[in-house]
């Protein structure tokens, strides 16, 4: 249900609907089985060697850490909530505790830039194609 007021602005109500959609949309559970390099911007991910790299330097995520950057770097045209980002790594539906997410987030700001992952106010995060 979405409840839309006339004080909201066309770009709250855009956001709005557009969080209803990607809620509805279903996120698989990862294996990282691919020998695949993704690069946005300044940040290399070599998946199957589970390796970070910010302008060629190696970055020491954890597992946690990792996983959340990689479920990201997949699905980097979609903004995603912390329980689809938790589902992703874990196959699980119900998740008691979005802490370690977060936290997980915070610590890859901080390693890699904040400006890695976007917050997208009110429903979760995506992470920034270029920096």
């Given at each position: 249900m ?8 066309e770009?709250?109500?855009?956001e709005k ?22 690069i946005?911007g300044d ?10 790299f910010?302008?060629?330097?190696e970055?020491?995520l954890?597992t946690?850490?990792?996983d959340?950057?990689y479920?990201?770097a997949?699905y980097h045209?979609?903004?995603?909530t912390t329980?689809q980002?938790?589902k ?5 539906d ?6 370690g997410?977060?936290?997980?987030i ?9 400006d890695?992952?976007l917050?997208i106010?009110g429903y979760?995060?995506?992470l920034k194609k270029?920096r």
């Amino acid at each position: 249900m979405i409840i839309v007021t006339f004080s909201d602005s066309e770009e709250q109500v855009v956001e709005k609907l557009k969080a209803v959609l990607v809620e509805d949309q279903e996120i698989e559970c990862i294996s990282i089985t691919d020998d695949k390099e993704m690069i946005f911007g300044d940040v290399e991910i070599r998946t199957k060697q589970r390796k970070v790299f910010l302008k060629g330097k190696e970055i020491e995520l954890t597992t946690r850490e990792f996983d959340v950057l990689y479920t990201l770097a997949y699905y980097h045209d979609q903004v995603l909530t912390t329980r689809q980002i938790y589902k992703a790594i874990t196959g699980e539906d119900v998740m008691d505790d979005y802490h370690g997410i977060e936290s997980s987030i915070y610590s890859i700001r901080k390693k890699l830039g904040h400006d890695i992952i976007l917050n997208i106010r009110g429903y979760g995060y995506q992470l920034k194609k270029e920096r």
